[in-house]
């Protein structure tokens, strides 16, 4: 037997699994090689303080759990500032949303345009409320809120430069904007340092 394939069935034997060949073999071929034999005896005394490591170590789940609990209802002032925002924006959003859809009246648009425009308005109001109540659920609507705003302020701007809007009813759409960029820092990762949790690890047998 190759010594490459007793030491394969040795370390079977050790965890409990077929070994794939004959046992007498393995014997066999154990009573001649003695860099078997030293194989069988490291394997013996790794395997041996494995266990007792596993026996010896503390259960730091309940630990692990509160203080990812924790870190995770942290207060932080900046995210809250940032939700408050979002909030404001959301309260100014649905005010644009009323007199649309309501009383159909957006500039003199027809009332169909002034009802879509304000359901428009009341479904960004709600997406940014949505994102200040669960920030972390939140984060699929960024490309949606980034592409409305820029799509409205470009044409917007295209608008008044060709004298077919007023710049300063215009300015409404600088919501949509700031909206977005309160997502965007909402969401963006963060860099500041988080505490961590050190895991104390006296009394583990140490090899050597």
Do not use: N
Not at 93 to 121: C, F, N, T
Not at 149 to 173: F, M, P, Q, Y
């Amino acid at each position: 037997m190759e010594c490459s394939k007793a030491r394969e069935s040795l370390s079977a034997v050790l965890d409990g699994e077929p070994i794939g060949s004959p046992s007498a073999e393995l014997t066999s071929h154990l009573r001649t090689c003695m860099a078997c034999r030293r194989f069988l005896d490291r394997a013996r005394a790794l395997d041996a303080l494995t266990h007792a490591a596993r026996a010896d170590a503390p259960d730091l789940s309940s630990e692990v759990l509160e203080a990812a609990r924790a870190q995770r209802h942290r207060a932080d002032p900046w995210i809250s500032a940032l939700r408050l925002g979002l909030v404001a924006v959301a309260v100014a959003q649905l005010a644009l949303a009323v007199p649309s859809l309501v009383y159909g009246s957006d500039e003199g648009a027809p009332i169909h345009i002034a009802h879509e425009v304000g359901s428009w308005d009341l479904a960004l109001a709600i997406g940014f409320l949505f994102a200040a109540w669960r920030p972390l659920r939140a984060v699929g609507m960024l490309p949606f809120a980034a592409a409305l705003s820029a799509a409205l302020i470009l044409t917007a701007v295209v608008d008044i430069v060709h004298g077919r809007a007023i710049a300063l009813t215009e300015t409404a759409h600088l919501l949509e904007l700031v909206g977005t960029a309160l997502l965007y820092l909402l969401m963006a990762p963060r860099t500041k340092a988080r505490p961590t949790l050190r895991v104390v690890t006296t009394g583990y047998p140490r090899a050597g």
